[in-house]
Protein backbone atom coordinates (compact mmCIF):
# COMPACT_ATOMS: atom_id res chain seq x y z
CA UNK A 1 0.00 0.00 0.00
CA UNK A 2 0.86 3.51 -0.58
CA UNK A 3 1.02 5.66 2.42
CA UNK A 4 2.66 9.14 3.75
CA UNK A 5 3.34 9.83 7.60
CA UNK A 6 3.69 12.89 8.43
CA UNK A 7 4.32 12.24 12.85
CA UNK A 8 4.93 15.89 13.87
CA UNK A 9 1.13 17.21 13.55
CA UNK A 10 2.47 20.68 15.10
CA UNK A 11 5.63 22.32 15.87
CA UNK A 12 6.35 25.60 17.26
CA UNK A 13 9.33 27.72 16.84
CA UNK A 14 10.76 31.18 17.65
CA UNK A 15 11.96 33.14 14.90
CA UNK A 16 15.60 32.77 13.37
CA UNK A 17 15.31 28.80 14.74
CA UNK A 18 15.84 26.11 12.05
CA UNK A 19 13.43 23.31 11.80
CA UNK A 20 13.03 19.98 10.06
CA UNK A 21 9.84 18.66 9.00
CA UNK A 22 9.78 14.64 9.24
CA UNK A 23 8.20 12.55 6.18
CA UNK A 24 7.98 9.11 5.53
CA UNK A 25 6.62 7.02 2.40
CA UNK A 26 5.61 3.91 1.53
CA UNK A 27 5.49 2.70 -1.88
CA UNK A 28 6.38 -0.40 -4.35
CA UNK A 29 6.93 1.22 -6.71
CA UNK A 30 10.65 1.99 -7.96
CA UNK A 31 9.78 5.21 -9.55
CA UNK A 32 7.78 7.47 -7.93
CA UNK A 33 7.67 11.59 -7.35
CA UNK A 34 8.03 13.39 -3.92
CA UNK A 35 6.59 16.64 -3.21
CA UNK A 36 6.05 19.18 -0.29
CA UNK A 37 3.62 22.00 -0.33
CA UNK A 38 2.88 24.85 1.73
CA UNK A 39 -0.66 25.88 2.72
CA UNK A 40 -0.79 29.29 3.88
CA UNK A 41 -3.65 30.26 5.98
CA UNK A 42 -5.05 31.77 3.01
CA UNK A 43 -5.87 28.01 1.92
CA UNK A 44 -3.87 27.49 -1.26
CA UNK A 45 -1.72 24.68 -2.14
CA UNK A 46 1.77 26.31 -2.64
CA UNK A 47 4.34 24.02 -4.85
CA UNK A 48 7.87 23.84 -3.23
CA UNK A 49 9.74 20.79 -4.46
CA UNK A 50 8.88 17.58 -6.80
CA UNK A 51 11.77 14.72 -6.45
CA UNK A 52 11.87 12.21 -8.53
CA UNK A 53 12.81 8.44 -6.61
CA UNK A 54 16.30 8.26 -8.76
CA UNK A 55 17.21 11.30 -7.46
CA UNK A 56 18.89 11.38 -4.37
CA UNK A 57 20.85 14.61 -4.12
CA UNK A 58 20.12 16.97 -1.40
CA UNK A 59 18.52 20.39 -2.52
CA UNK A 60 19.16 23.45 -1.14
CA UNK A 61 16.37 26.71 -2.47
CA UNK A 62 17.21 29.70 -0.06
CA UNK A 63 16.54 29.11 3.58
CA UNK A 64 14.38 25.95 2.27
CA UNK A 65 17.00 22.78 1.80
CA UNK A 66 15.65 18.64 1.51
CA UNK A 67 16.90 15.56 2.40
CA UNK A 68 16.28 12.31 0.38
CA UNK A 69 16.90 9.05 1.69
CA UNK A 70 15.68 5.86 0.18
CA UNK A 71 17.57 3.73 2.25
CA UNK A 72 15.19 5.25 5.37
CA UNK A 73 11.92 5.62 2.80
CA UNK A 74 12.12 9.89 4.56
CA UNK A 75 12.29 13.14 2.69
CA UNK A 76 12.49 15.91 5.39
CA UNK A 77 12.23 18.99 4.89
CA UNK A 78 14.43 21.67 6.85
CA UNK A 79 13.59 25.56 7.39
CA UNK A 80 16.77 27.54 8.12
CA UNK A 81 16.38 30.83 10.03
CA UNK A 82 12.83 30.84 9.92
CA UNK A 83 10.69 33.37 10.09
CA UNK A 84 7.25 34.91 10.70
CA UNK A 85 5.99 33.90 7.26
CA UNK A 86 7.17 30.51 7.07
CA UNK A 87 4.01 29.84 9.40
CA UNK A 88 1.24 27.44 7.44
CA UNK A 89 0.48 23.95 6.85
CA UNK A 90 2.85 22.15 5.64
CA UNK A 91 2.40 18.57 3.24
CA UNK A 92 4.24 15.75 2.22
CA UNK A 93 2.80 14.17 -0.82
CA UNK A 94 3.86 10.60 -3.27
CA UNK A 95 2.52 9.88 -6.57
CA UNK A 96 3.38 6.66 -8.03
CA UNK A 97 1.69 4.52 -10.50
CA UNK A 98 0.56 1.79 -8.48
CA UNK A 99 -1.61 4.84 -7.05
CA UNK A 100 -2.98 5.88 -10.46
CA UNK A 101 -0.37 8.52 -10.52
CA UNK A 102 -2.24 10.94 -8.29
CA UNK A 103 -0.93 12.53 -5.20
CA UNK A 104 -0.97 10.97 -1.91
CA UNK A 105 -0.83 13.55 1.01
CA UNK A 106 0.13 12.77 4.46
CA UNK A 107 -2.01 14.80 6.75
CA UNK A 108 0.45 17.66 7.53
CA UNK A 109 2.52 19.69 9.96
CA UNK A 110 1.17 22.99 11.00
CA UNK A 111 4.69 24.82 11.40
CA UNK A 112 4.25 28.05 14.05
CA UNK A 113 6.55 30.67 14.60
CA UNK A 114 6.65 33.41 16.60
CA UNK A 115 8.85 36.72 16.78
CA UNK B 1 0.78 31.01 -17.87
CA UNK B 2 -2.47 30.94 -16.10
CA UNK B 3 -3.13 29.13 -13.56
CA UNK B 4 -6.01 26.45 -12.74
CA UNK B 5 -8.81 28.42 -12.38
CA UNK B 6 -11.83 27.23 -10.21
CA UNK B 7 -15.22 28.94 -9.02
CA UNK B 8 -16.89 29.70 -7.22
CA UNK B 9 -14.95 30.86 -4.21
CA UNK B 10 -17.38 29.85 -1.33
CA UNK B 11 -20.19 28.27 -1.16
CA UNK B 12 -22.77 27.71 1.74
CA UNK B 13 -25.96 25.58 0.86
CA UNK B 14 -28.13 23.84 3.18
CA UNK B 15 -28.16 20.02 3.60
CA UNK B 16 -29.94 18.15 1.02
CA UNK B 17 -29.41 20.49 -1.49
CA UNK B 18 -27.58 20.25 -4.41
CA UNK B 19 -23.99 22.46 -5.72
CA UNK B 20 -21.65 22.31 -8.24
CA UNK B 21 -18.25 22.79 -8.78
CA UNK B 22 -16.45 24.49 -11.95
CA UNK B 23 -12.58 23.91 -13.40
CA UNK B 24 -10.58 24.98 -16.11
CA UNK B 25 -7.02 23.47 -15.43
CA UNK B 26 -3.81 24.69 -17.52
CA UNK B 27 -3.95 24.50 -21.23
CA UNK B 28 -2.27 21.49 -22.50
CA UNK B 29 -2.81 19.03 -19.12
CA UNK B 30 -4.36 16.18 -19.90
CA UNK B 31 -5.10 14.84 -16.25
CA UNK B 32 -7.12 16.77 -14.16
CA UNK B 33 -8.08 15.85 -10.16
CA UNK B 34 -10.56 16.30 -7.89
CA UNK B 35 -9.28 16.54 -4.21
CA UNK B 36 -11.48 16.92 -1.44
CA UNK B 37 -9.93 18.49 2.02
CA UNK B 38 -11.69 18.66 4.99
CA UNK B 39 -10.47 20.60 8.05
CA UNK B 40 -7.42 19.58 9.79
CA UNK B 41 -6.57 16.82 7.05
CA UNK B 42 -4.32 16.47 3.54
CA UNK B 43 -6.28 16.46 0.24
CA UNK B 44 -7.86 13.16 -0.44
CA UNK B 45 -8.41 11.98 -4.26
CA UNK B 46 -11.99 11.88 -5.41
CA UNK B 47 -11.72 11.47 -9.06
CA UNK B 48 -9.03 11.43 -12.01
CA UNK B 49 -9.29 12.10 -15.46
CA UNK B 50 -6.86 11.23 -18.20
CA UNK B 51 -8.51 13.44 -21.13
CA UNK B 52 -11.91 13.17 -20.87
CA UNK B 53 -12.13 9.62 -19.57
CA UNK B 54 -12.24 8.93 -15.80
CA UNK B 55 -8.63 6.95 -14.86
CA UNK B 56 -9.54 6.77 -11.05
CA UNK B 57 -13.59 6.95 -9.00
CA UNK B 58 -12.49 4.53 -6.81
CA UNK B 59 -12.85 7.01 -3.43
CA UNK B 60 -15.59 9.30 -5.23
CA UNK B 61 -19.35 8.44 -3.06
CA UNK B 62 -20.90 7.61 -5.94
CA UNK B 63 -24.94 7.69 -4.61
CA UNK B 64 -24.30 11.74 -4.13
CA UNK B 65 -20.86 12.70 -6.03
CA UNK B 66 -20.46 12.90 -9.81
CA UNK B 67 -18.03 14.79 -12.17
CA UNK B 68 -17.41 15.03 -15.88
CA UNK B 69 -15.04 16.32 -18.18
CA UNK B 70 -16.06 17.87 -21.29
CA UNK B 71 -13.94 17.47 -24.44
CA UNK B 72 -11.46 16.66 -22.21
CA UNK B 73 -10.85 19.97 -21.14
CA UNK B 74 -13.03 22.06 -18.49
CA UNK B 75 -14.66 19.36 -15.56
CA UNK B 76 -17.81 20.30 -13.16
CA UNK B 77 -18.29 17.83 -9.97
CA UNK B 78 -21.56 18.07 -8.15
CA UNK B 79 -22.54 17.03 -4.94
CA UNK B 80 -26.56 15.41 -5.14
CA UNK B 81 -27.91 15.81 -2.60
CA UNK B 82 -25.20 17.39 -0.04
CA UNK B 83 -24.75 15.90 3.67
CA UNK B 84 -23.37 17.79 6.59
CA UNK B 85 -19.88 15.97 6.01
CA UNK B 86 -19.33 17.01 2.88
CA UNK B 87 -17.90 20.59 3.98
CA UNK B 88 -14.72 21.30 2.84
CA UNK B 89 -12.48 22.30 0.23
CA UNK B 90 -12.49 21.10 -3.00
CA UNK B 91 -9.74 21.29 -4.66
CA UNK B 92 -8.70 20.89 -8.78
CA UNK B 93 -5.45 20.12 -9.87
CA UNK B 94 -4.13 19.57 -13.58
CA UNK B 95 -0.74 18.04 -15.21
CA UNK B 96 0.93 16.49 -17.96
CA UNK B 97 0.21 13.03 -17.02
CA UNK B 98 2.61 10.25 -15.36
CA UNK B 99 4.71 9.97 -18.98
CA UNK B 100 5.70 13.97 -18.14
CA UNK B 101 7.03 12.24 -14.46
CA UNK B 102 3.69 14.58 -12.93
CA UNK B 103 5.33 17.59 -14.32
CA UNK B 104 3.46 20.86 -13.95
CA UNK B 105 1.33 19.29 -11.03
CA UNK B 106 -0.76 22.60 -10.06
CA UNK B 107 -3.68 22.75 -7.79
CA UNK B 108 -6.46 25.50 -7.92
CA UNK B 109 -7.68 27.66 -5.26
CA UNK B 110 -10.17 25.73 -4.65
CA UNK B 111 -13.77 25.78 -3.57
CA UNK B 112 -14.74 25.96 0.21
CA UNK B 113 -18.25 24.20 0.61
CA UNK B 114 -20.11 24.63 3.76
CA UNK B 115 -23.21 22.75 4.20
CA UNK B 116 -25.57 23.42 6.92
Known amino acids: AQKVTQAQTEISVVEKEDVTLDCVYETRDTTYYLFWYKQPPSGELVFLIR??????QNEISGRYSWNFQKSTSSFNFTITASQVVDSAVYFCALSCRQAGTALIFGKGTTLSVSS | EAGVAQSPRYKIIEKRQSVAFWCNPISGHATLYWYQQILGQGPKLLIQ??????VDDSQLPKDRFSAERLKGVDSTLKIQPAKLEDSAVYLC?????WGQGALGYTFGSGTRLTVV
Open chain 2, 93 to 97: ASSLG
Open chain 1, 51 to 56: RNSFDE
Open chain 2, 49 to 54: FQNNGV
